[in-house]
């Protein structure tokens, strides 16, 4: 487990809001089963989210069977359920966390100009009456209240701040401002929360959230933007899973914290050395490669082939690694063998194979291995045992 909690750091805390089990599931075909839910949110209770968000339990009955499951089992997170602004949404969502040492019911509705003329049909006064009807309603079931403004990003900002002002006052204790069709970039979602936060009258009585959407590649950039503007809980999933292009990866945003902490004083409670088991496990259960580039957890992230770059790595892993691959609980870093490898990882190969070879020995293995991994795209450690075999046989003749 990380130590923050049990230290007294001089950096701010961030709350690490996890929604692989809600906006990571709700994208086509990453649907898991209820016992791969159960693992999933053992998981990240283990590895120190503070809140797992763990499903939408009006949206069908396994989803509120999982979501009741989780609360009754999780005794260190926050458990949340997802609800509309509508009242049989939140009273099952109430219902689905009951049992949870620390519920909450995170409760949402559209802000935007385009949301409410063309999805919804209601004015804005309208609106703000139903945020106070909703949250006033949720505040009643639990203590822990979660608002959010969908597609935050693109309301102006007088009415956003009138629908913040007024959710706290029903009573939201967390509000958060999603970029729901991740349109923001980092400089504009960082000065709306600024504004949002300076503007309304009691926002200080909340803790304010960034949830990102990824369809231009900004989610990270703008969840860590939104940290710099005041947000204090960021919501992301496990390998960035989530509907269209994805949320904001929480190995990232970890990553990118702990990396840069000299110039983002922020800490998780997060144990970093869980990343990689969790990656493998959402990815196993929802059957959802992780791509071989992925920041953090992705099967190159912590490998090297360029001749280079190898050659650094053998003499200072901090010439091209800016994290350890334990660090994130990666077992070690690769020197991958192929045509862009050169003679110092070579060499180092057979070492760690077991082969000691004169100079000439090396050179003409070294030139086989070049030809071999000409032709071939993988050059795996039995191919180099049988090209060294080969060069060893030749010269004994
Ligand atoms: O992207 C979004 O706006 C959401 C809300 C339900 C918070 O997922
Ligand atoms: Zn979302």
Not at 310 to 323: F, R, V
């Amino acid at each position: 487990m990380s130590n923050a909690g049990n230290t007294v750091s001089a950096k701010d805390r961030v709350l690490i809001f996890d929604t692989t089990l809600r906006d990571g599931e709700q994208c086509p075909g990453a649907t898991m089963t209820f016992e791969e839910k159960l693992e999933v949110a053992d998981m990240l209770d283990m590895m120190g989210v503070d809140i797992i968000e763990a499903g939408f339990p009006i949206a069908s009955d396994g989803d509120f069977e999982a979501v009741s499951a989780i609360a009754g089992r999780i005794k260190r997170a926050t458990v949340a359920g997802l609800a509309r602004a509508i009242s049989a949404d939140i009273a099952r969502a109430g219902e689905a966390v009951r049992h949870a040492a620390r519920p909450r019911i995170h409760t949402f509705v559209s802000t935007s100009p385009i949301h409410l003329q063309h999805q919804m049909r209601k004015s804005e006064e309208e609106v703000l009456e139903i945020i106070t009807r909703t949250v006033t309603q949720a505040r009643n079931l639990v203590e822990d209240v979660e608002w959010s403004g969908m597609d935050a990003t693109r309301t102006p900002i007088d009415y956003l701040c009138r629908a913040v002002e007024t959710a706290i006052k029903a009573g939201a204790t967390t509000i958060n401002l999603p970029d729901t069709v991740g349109y923001a970039t980092p400089d504009e979602y960082r000065a709306m929360f600024k504004a949002v936060r300076e503007r309304v009258p009691n926002a200080d009585r909340a803790i304010f959230s960034a949830h990102c959407h990824n369809d231009l590649g900004l989610a990270v950039a703008n969840s860590l933007a939104a940290i710099e503007g005041g947000a204090r809980q960021v919501e992301c999933t496990i390998n960035g899973i989530g509907e269209r292009a994805g949320n904001a990866a929480l190995e990232e945003i970890v990553m990118a914290l702990r990396v840069r902490g000299d110039v983002m004083p922020y800490d998780t409670g997060i144990d970093a050395t869980y990343l990689m088991r969790a990656s493998k496990a959402v990815s196993s259960a929802c059957s959802f490669p992780v791509q071989y580039n992925k920041a953090i957890v992705g099967r190159n992230a912590f490998a090297h082939e360029s001749g280079i770059h190898q050659d650094g790595m053998l003499k200072h892993q901090q010439t091209y690694e800016i994290m350890t691959p334990a660090s994130v609980g990666v077992t070690k870093t690769s020197l991958v063998m192929g045509k862009h490898s050169g003679r110092a990882a070579f060499r180092s190969k057979l070492t760690e194979m077991g082969y000691t070879l004169g100079d000439n020995q090396l050179e003409d293995a070294f030139t086989r291995f070049k030809a071999l991994a000409d032709r071939k795209k993988h050059v795996y450690d039995e191919d180099i045992e049988a090209l060294v075999d080969e060069n060893l046989a030749t010269a004994h003749d």
